[in-house]
């Protein structure tokens, strides 16, 4: 785990001694109890009273694996990527004569970096004293890592200075395998993330959040909203109260990123970075970790040049009886439209357009919206599809857009109830 190396001509022996530990939270101890599971037999009695006797075992639940007491670390333990590495060092005079001069520096060494922890001079050390130091660090690096500790120092007997330097090596696992997927909806982007917990532990999941860019805006689907006991609303996880994620096991969330109009081009799709990842967890005693992605690319759809939203319409309408849609249309283009509306009916559909199709409408201009409305007759019950929806640009070759996802309606078989007035 270290080394030590001098400059020629130096004493082979040094005064100074350097150690450096790994400070970590304890562990509650664990235990193996031998239950035989026969009241009648001498030895499993025997062996059952001695297990509850022992000052490991825990006295609220007897013959159970983990007990109330604390065991301190025994070995360096495993360090993830996005931790925090925390260590003490300590510089001890282990001669008898007086040290000067002193200086100690910490790096840490990484497969690209090579990062200043720690720089501090040390006057003077008497014989028996010492120089401790906590160090800190996030982790932010997979792979082998380098704690390079040097100590520069002068005697009082000797003019001389002497130069000591150990290494302390360690790797950084992975704590989390995340892995994403892209699918486009329309005008917005779908994001799935799904992520695994490769530690050993479980990990108590703190923050999960996408952050996205300056041109986007992001609405996650892994909440919903419930009540409490005092009938407050609350946001509720959808994988329950306790947000633990076990060793090995995955789950998946999403997202709906919607791009500005400012960065869709017209005409064709564009790869852009939409955001990033944001994850938070703590283990079981309270130390904290964290990870942020990469910026995440997509493939951004191109923005239409007319955009056609209901902004307006009832959500359960009854058979056979009209009802009104107002529809925002605005023009995305660069180019100011001339726009006739054709009503689209196909055999089949359970909501029909009512009305005059091929209606031509006032001049608009690039940016600009108007509303229209139109009318529609529900002819089945059930939940229908809106009926389909088109434009033709006048001003620009008799150009079609078509619209056929305008939403759903709620169709009820009963008609709605007569109203009797009383003369």
């Known amino acids: 785990m270290d080394s030590t190396s001098k400059v020629p001509g130096t004493s082979s022996s040094h005064l100074l001694g350097l150690k450096?530990?790994?400070?970590?939270?304890?562990?509650?101890?664990?235990?193996?109890?031998?239950?035989?599971?026969?009241?009648?037999?001498?030895?499993?009695r025997s062996l059952d009273t001695k297990f509850l006797e022992d000052i490991t075992t825990s006295k609220n639940i007897p013959f159970f694996s983990t007990g109330e007491v604390l065991a301190l670390p025994q070995?360096?333990?495993?360090?993830?990527?996005?931790?925090?590495?925390?260590?003490?060092?300590?510089?001890?005079?282990?001669?008898?004569?007086?040290?000067?001069?002193?200086?100690l520096k910490i790096?840490?060494?990484?497969?690209?970096?090579?990062?200043?922890?720690?720089?501090?001079?040390?006057?003077?050390l008497d014989p028996g004293a010492s120089e401790d130091h906590i160090i800190t660090h996030e982790v932010k690096e997979l792979?082998?890592?380098?704690?390079?500790?040097?100590?520069?120092?002068?005697?009082?007997?000797?003019?001389?200075?002497?130069?000591?330097?150990?290494?302390y090596k360690f790797g950084v696992a992975k704590p989390l395998d995340v892995k994403t997927k892209f699918s486009t909806m329309e005008d917005d982007v779908l994001l799935e993330v799904q992520i695994?917990?490769?530690?050993?532990n479980p990990m108590f999941l703190e923050v999960m959040r996408f952050d996205p860019a300056s041109s986007f805006t992001v609405e996650e689907f892994n909440t919903f909203e419930s009540r409490n006991?005092?009938?407050?609303?609350?946001?509720?996880?959808?994988?329950?109260?306790?947000?633990?994620?076990?060793?090995?096991?995955?789950?998946?969330?999403?997202?709906?990123?919607?791009?500005?109009?400012?960065?869709?081009?017209?005409?064709?799709?564009?790869?852009?970075?939409?955001?990033?990842?944001d994850i938070v967890w703590r283990t079981n005693f309270g130390d904290r970790g964290r990870i942020q992605t990469g910026q995440l690319k997509a493939v951004i759809p191109p923005a239409p040049e007319l955009k056609v939203t209901v902004v307006q319409r009832?959500?359960?309408?009854?058979?056979?009886?009209?009802?009104?849609?107002?529809?925002?249309?605005?023009?995305?283009?660069?180019?100011?439209?001339?726009?006739?509306?054709?009503?689209?009916?196909?055999?089949?559909?359970?909501?029909v357009w009512s009305g005059v199709s091929g209606k031509i409408h006032n001049e608009l201009a690039p940016s600009e919206t108007m509303e229209l409305t139109?009318?529609?007759?529900?002819?089945?019950?059930?939940?229908?599809?809106?009926?389909?929806?088109?434009?033709?640009?006048?001003?620009?070759?008799?150009?079609?857009?078509?619209?056929?996802?305008?939403?759903q309606v709620l169709v009820d078989q009963q008609p709605p109830p007569q109203e009797i007035h009383f003369t």
Do not use: W
Not at 24 to 35: C, D, E, M, N, T
Not at 143 to 167: A, D, P, Q
Not at 317 to 344: D, W, Y
């Open 229 to 277: 006991e005092e009938n407050h609303k609350v946001s509720v996880s959808v994988f329950g109260k306790e947000n633990y994620l076990n060793p090995r096991s995955t789950r998946q969330y999403l997202y709906r990123i919607t791009p500005l109009v400012s960065v869709q081009t017209a005409g064709r799709a564009t790869n852009m970075s939409v955001g990033k990842m």
């Open 143 to 167: 792979g082998e890592h380098n704690l390079i500790c040097t100590v520069t120092y002068s005697s009082s007997s000797s003019v001389e200075e002497f130069f000591m330097r150990k290494f």
């Open 196 to 200: 695994q917990n490769t530690t050993p």
């Open 20 to 44: 450096v530990m790994r400070m970590r939270k304890p562990s509650l101890f664990k235990s193996a109890p031998v239950v035989l599971g026969e009241p009648q037999d001498a030895l499993g």
């Open 314 to 351: 009832p959500g359960t309408v009854h058979i056979e009886q009209p009802f009104n849609i107002t529809c925002a249309v605005t023009n995305m283009g660069k180019n100011p439209m001339r726009l006739r509306s054709v009503l689209e009916r196909q055999v089949g559909e359970g909501v």
């Open 107 to 124: 790096e840490l060494l990484t497969s690209s970096h090579r990062v200043p922890i720690l720089t501090s001079p040390i006057s003077q």
């Open 374 to 407: 139109f009318t529609a007759l529900p002819l089945q019950p059930g939940l229908q599809n809106l009926c389909a929806l088109s434009f033709v640009d006048m001003l620009r070759s008799q150009k079609r857009h078509h619209f056929n996802k305008l939403g």
């Open 75 to 103: 070995s360096f333990g495993l360090i993830f990527l996005g931790e925090t590495f925390t260590g003490f060092v300590t510089v001890n005079n282990e001669s008898q004569e007086i040290v000067t001069d002193a200086e």
